[in-house]
């Protein structure tokens, strides 16, 4: 694996990194507590990002997160905190370099005498550097964390990185319902999609019983819109052409909407069909048959592979 895949070659780095970007920028208190231990008492941290002109000339950090600290009366004034989480695929050998010139240029930003720096990379793989960088007289020392196996599930679970869990070695018996069940109650379509998009990169097994758990919650909607939905009709609609179904572009616009509802849910139909019985002659049209008629049941029924006669018979 390349830095610039994701697990399985299923997705972009630059997608893949966003899922964690996104992740730790809708819930800094969470990452904090769960990646540093560090417990924020009512203090909201802010996210430093850098300038328009910095984005072009240099290579970013992923996230860094400060945390002011109020002063007290007759005390000397508080150090505040910068925390820096860097999200790694694989080792390269630059890696330690890059975490050592981070070091170096928040350094430079932010005086010593009035902030504190903490670095951490965390390896959603494992198999990560050791965390120490030396050269001449140079050295440099960061945390470095292995997802799978340094991060506690169950502290994960109560969070709200909870399909991390999913990424877990030793996740407990229920942790593919607790997530379902955290996704499900996110009020924000956008966090619940990135959410859904974690759980799906986890471990196998687990990643395909997620999907039966939101299915079972009602939540095909959401799943249709993911990367893995959004394949599945991307495929669904390149083989489809060939029987016609570019005649969707001519309906009127309302009309249109309702066909290209219906193109996901066959696209999604189909991709779960190939997902659970691998290639089939009549893919698109058992797709479309069972999309026709109750689609949520036959979508559960094709998650829990029922016998393909019997959906064919349905």
């Known amino acids: 694996m390349t830095v610039d895949e994701a697990p399985g070659g299923s ?19 969470d990452t904090l507590r769960v990646l540093f231990g560090v417990e924020l008492d009512g203090r909201h941290p802010v996210i430093e990002g850098p300038t328009e ?27 505040h905190d910068l925390y820096h989480v860097e999200v790694q695929v694989e080792r390269t050998r630059d890696f330690p370099t890059r975490m050592a010139a981070y070091f170096c240029s928040l350094a430079l930003k932010y005086d010593e005498s009035r902030y504190r720096i903490h670095q951490l990379a965390l390896w959603p793989l494992g198999g990560g550097c050791s965390g120490y960088f030396r050269r001449g007289r140079m050295h440099h020392a960061y945390d470095s964390v292995s997802l799978p ?51 799906k990169l986890g471990a196998r097994p687990l990643a395909d019983q997620l999907i039966k758990a939101l299915v079972r919650r009602g ?29 969707g572009r001519e309906v009127g616009r309302e009309e249109g909407r309702e066909v290209g509802r219906e193109e996901g849910r066959v696209g999604t139909m189909a991709l779960l069909l190939k997902h659970s019985y691998g290639p089939l002659d009549d893919l698109a049209d058992l797709a479309r048959k069972l999309v026709a008629s109750d689609y ?8 829990n592979r029922v016998p393909l006669d019997r959906l064919r018979s349905a």
Not at 11 to 29: I, N, Q, T, V
Not at 156 to 164: G, I, Q, V
Not at 296 to 303: A, D, G, P, T, Y
């Open 11 to 29: 997705a972009p780095a630059r997608d893949y990194d966003g899922l964690f970007k996104s992740l730790m920028e809708a819930h800094p208190e």
């Open 149 to 199: 196996d340094d991060l506690d599930a169950d502290r994960l679970l109560a969070s709200s990185l909870a399909p991390l869990a999913l990424w877990s070695k030793n996740p407990p018996p229920d942790a593919v319902e607790q997530v379902a069940d955290r996704i499900a109650a996110v009020p924000d379509r956008d966090d619940q999609l990135v959410l859904v998009e974690l759980g």
């Open 53 to 79: 002109q910095q984005r072009h000339l240099t290579r970013n950090r992923d996230k860094v997160f400060v945390v002011y600290r109020e002063a007290e009366e007759g005390l000397p004034a508080p150090l």
């Open 296 to 303: 949520e049941q036959h979508i559960e029924w094709v998650v």
């Open 219 to 247: 939540m095909s909607d959401i799943l249709e819109q993911t990367e893995f939905g959004r394949d599945l009709a991307r495929r669904s609609r390149e083989a489809g052409r060939e029987e016609g179904r570019e005649e």
